[in-house]
């Protein structure tokens, strides 16, 4: 099993909403990322965890906040976003060693309006 | 620090025609590896090919090989015998060796490929 699981696929939420994404992974990777993309542009880094501790923030606002529960899964919490927050947002995960490539979900498509 | 530069935004190639997507990459790491995925508009990224930088042969997977020239700092996807199934936004990507940075895959700007049947 190659596969991240990610959901939902599609988010529509208010600027006042609190709503959650979920993403799963059974390969028994170790680090588990998430990622932001705007239209056209590449992934941006927001968020590492290795060994379910978090390991890089990337200086991403508090409004977005990820929870890593256990080795198989990762959350990343949204609450008074902002319609600039609209993007796809990806999660990965890998091994937790060098040489090693991203598997990635299919993502999460947010609006916010 | 570290940097992936792909320099063409769009490429088209006609169907059964091979294709070649520049990257260049500038890093001060001994070791690191280099990656090309693949996004269709549906949104998820698949991984194509991997290239560590100390492997002397280039890899290939299936139609794709990767032409590492270690001097240049480039690592240039070809893409054999296209298909309409490959157009696609393509990126490179760079896992530092650090321990500190190994966790951060360094992403290019990517290149929209167009196959014309």
């Known amino acids: 099993d190659t596969e991240v699981t990610q959901t939902p696929k599609h988010l529509v939420m208010g600027m006042t909403n609190k709503k959650s994404l979920k993403c799963e992974q059974h390969?028994?990777?170790?680090?588990m990322y998430w990622y932001k993309q705007k239209a056209k542009k590449p992934p941006e880094l927001m968020f590492v965890y290795s060994y379910e501790k978090l390991s890089i923030n990337e200086s991403v606002p508090s409004r977005f906040s990820p929870e890593c529960p256990n080795s198989s899964l990762l959350n990343l919490h949204l609450h008074a976003l902002q319609p600039e927050d609209s993007a796809l947002y990806l999660c990965?995960?890998?091994?937790?060693?060098?040489?090693?490539?991203?598997?990635f979900g299919q993502g999460t498509r947010l609006t916010v309006v | 620090a570290q940097k992936i530069t792909q320099t063409q935004p769009g490429m088209f190639v006609q169907e059964k025609e091979a294709v070649t997507l520049d990257c260049t990459y500038d890093t001060s790491d001994q070791s690191y590896g280099l990656f090309w995925y693949k996004q269709p508009s549906s949104g998820e990224m698949i991984f194509l090919i991997y290239?560590?930088?100390?492997?002397?042969q280039n890899a290939t997977e299936g139609r794709y090989s990767l032409n590492f020239q270690k001097a240049r700092k480039s690592a240039n996807l070809v893409i054999s015998a296209s298909q309409l199934g490959d157009s696609a936004m393509y990126f490179c990507a760079m896992r530092p060796g650090a321990v500190y940075n190994f966790n951060k895959f360094y992403f290019g700007s990517g290149t929209k490929l167009n196959v014309k049947p």
């Open positions: 990965a995960s890998s091994p937790d060693r060098e040489g090693t490539e991203a598997f």
């Open positions: 290239q560590g930088s100390y492997d002397e």
């Open positions: 390969m028994g990777h170790r680090a």
